[in-house]
C-alpha cells in the first residue's frame, strides 16, 4: 500500500498584521485534509485577532469556509485550525480587531492525501 | 561480439526499453538516470529554496531577496474557465508561484550529491502562465506593454517576467553555477523572448553577513544587477504561450553541462537545440567546505510586472554520463 502523500508549505514566514493579510492562493486538490497553524512569531499581547479560513473554485474569487468560523484570539502562542471538504484551493485571512500594535506571523499549512 | 558492439547493443537495447515506457520514452536522458519526478505522486524532494538562517532560526537574519521564495504546489492547474486543464501526464504538475509583487522569484530547488564526474542532465516538460485577471476596466485590462487584445493576443503574455533553470555545484571546493534564462517581458511589458545568462556568480548569504551587499525583497537573486546577463542570442525565440493565461501547451526543455570541466555544454528548448559551449560558469573565487559534491538544480520564475507568474512541471529527469 502506498503511503500517504503529504506537504508542509510554510505559507508566511513573518508577515506583520497592521490589518488584514489574505494568504497567497494555494492549490489543495489533491488533499483530503488540511490543518493550519498560525503561530505569533512576535507577540502583541491585548491585541486581538480574528481568523478565517477561504476557499475559491479558482484562485481568484474566495468565499468564508461554511463550516470553519472565524478563531479570534489573542495575538500571542500558536493557534490552529482543522479544515476538511475545501476543494481545490485554500487561503487564511488574518484581521486586527482589536489593538494597538501588531504581531508577526508565521503561517504553516499542513496538508495530507 | 567485440567491445564496441556491445556497448552499441546496449544503447540500443536502453533506448528500445526506454521508447516502450511511455511515461520515460518523452525524455532523453543519459545513461544513468538520477531522478525521475513524476508530480502525480508528490513533490519528490523538490522544495522551496530557503536562505541561511542564524543559530536561532530568526528572519530578520536571512537575506531579505532570499526570505521568500514560497513553497511550491501540486497542481491540477484549475482555471476559472475552463476548470481543471491537467497535465501532460495525469492530473497533477508542480507549480512554482510567485507573488503579486515586481521582482518575487519563486524557486524550487531540488538537492543530491555527485557520486562521479561527467555529463549531467537535466530535462523536464513545462509551461509557464501569468495569473488570469478577472477585474479592471476594459481599457486597463486590454493592454499591457506590447500586446493589446485583438482576440489573439492577450495582455497577460507580457506580464510574464522570466523562468530559469539552474545548479549549484561545488567540486575539490570550487562552487559554480550553470544558469540559462528565458527572459519573456520587461517591467513595461516589452517582450524580449531570448534566453540569457548572468556573468557573475550568485551573491551569497555569507558575502551580507561580511557586509558585501544588502539586497532588497525581490531582488534577483541569481544575478541582481541586469548588466550582469547576456543574451544568448539576438533572435527572439518563438513559444507556444497560447494566447490565455488559462491554456497550457507543455514545452520540452533540455539543458546539458558537464560536471568535469565546470561547463556548460547544450540547451535545448523544443526543436532549437542551442551550443552553450561558449557561454562562461563563473566560479566563486573562494574555496567552500561542507558543499564538496554538491548536486543541486532549481527552476524559479519571477515576475517584473508585479502580476503572479506561475511556472508548472510536468514532470524532470535528472541523468548523469558517469
Not at chain 1, 63 to 74: F, G, K, P
Not at chain 1, 77 to 98: C, D, E, N, Y
Not at chain 2, 111 to 121: P, V, W
Amino acid at each position: 500500500m502506498a503511503m500517504r502523500q503529504s506537504q508542509s508549505a510554510v505559507i508566511e514566514r513573518g508577515v506583520d498584521l497592521d490589518t488584514v493579510h489574505s494568504t497567497d492562493p494555494f492549490e489543495v486538490a489533491w488533499a483530503g485534509e488540511a490543518r493550519w497553524f498560525v503561530q505569533f512569531l512576535r507577540p502583541a499581547p491585548g491585541c486581538r485577532v480574528s481568523i478565517q479560513v477561504q476557499i475559491s473554485p479558482d484562485g481568484i474569487s474566495w468565499i468564508d469556509h461554511e463550516s470553519v468560523a472565524a478563531r479570534e484570539t489573542e495575538a500571542v502562542g500558536m493557534v490552529s485550525i482543522p479544515v476538511a471538504q475545501f476543494g481545490h484551493w485554500l487561503r487564511l485571512t488574518t484581521s486586527k480587531v482589536a489593538g494597538e500594535s501588531s504581531p508577526s506571523l508565521r503561517i504553516y499549512l499542513e496538508l495530507k492525501e | 561480439m567485440t567491445t564496441t558492439d556491445i556497448s552499441g547493443l546496449a544503447d540500443a537495447l536502453r533506448g528500445a526499453l526506454r521508447s516502450s515506457d511511455g511515461r520515460l520514452s518523452k525524455f532523453n536522458p543519459l545513461r544513468r538516470i538520477l531522478t525521475f519526478d513524476d508530480f502525480n505522486d508528490g513533490l519528490h524532494g523538490w522544495v522551496e529554496l530557503g536562505g541561511n538562517y542564524n543559530g536561532r532560526g530568526d528572519l530578520e537574519s536571512l537575506d531579505r531577496h532570499f526570505r521568500d521564495m514560497r513553497p511550491p504546489q501540486l497542481s491540477n492547474a484549475n482555471f476559472f474557465d475552463v476548470g481543471t486543464h491537467g497535465a501532460m501526464s495525469g492530473t497533477y504538475s508542480m507549480k512554482l508561484a510567485t507573488r503579486a509583487h515586481r521582482g518575487h522569484s519563486a524557486t524550487g530547488i531540488r538537492r543530491l550529491t555527485m557520486s562521479g564526474r561527467g555529463l549531467l542532465q537535466i530535462e523536464a516538460y513545462l509551461a509557464w502562465k501569468t495569473e488570469a485577471n478577472l477585474s479592471g476596466t476594459e481599457q486597463e485590462s486590454n493592454s499591457f506593454g506590447d500586446i493589446t487584445w485583438d482576440a489573439n493576443s492577450h495582455p497577460s503574455e507580457a506580464q510574464f517576467g522570466s523562468f530559469t533553470v539552474a545548479t549549484d555545484l561545488c567540486t575539490e571546493g570550487v562552487r559554480y553555477h550553470n544558469v540559462m534564462r528565458f527572459v519573456n517581458a520587461d517591467a513595461d511589458g516589452h517582450l524580449i523572448q531570448k534566453w540569457a545568462y548572468p556573468v557573475v556568480p550568485e551573491p551569497t548569504p555569507h558575502e551580507r553577513h561580511e557586509g558585501v551587499h544588502d539586497y532588497e525583497y525581490g531582488a534577483d537573486f541569481t544575478a541582481p544587477d541586469p548588466n550582469d546577463w547576456r543574451y544568448l542570442s539576438d533572435d527572439r525565440v518563438e513559444t507556444c504561450y497560447n494566447e490565455v493565461p488559462t491554456k497550457i501547451n507543455w514545452h520540452y526543455l533540455r539543458f546539458l553541462i558537464d560536471t568535469s570541466t565546470r561547463s556548460n555544454v547544450e540547451l535545448q528548448f523544443n526543436n532549437d537545440v542551442m551550443d552553450l559551449r561558449g557561454v562562461p560558469v563563473p566560479p566563486y573565487a573562494d574555496k567552500y567546505e561542507s558543499l564538496e559534491n554538491l548536486l543541486n538544480f532549481y527552476f524559479s520564475a519571477r515576475t517584473v510586472s508585479g502580476v503572479r507568474n506561475f511556472l508548472f512541471l510536468d514532470s524532470v529527469v535528472i541523468s548523469a554520463g558517469w
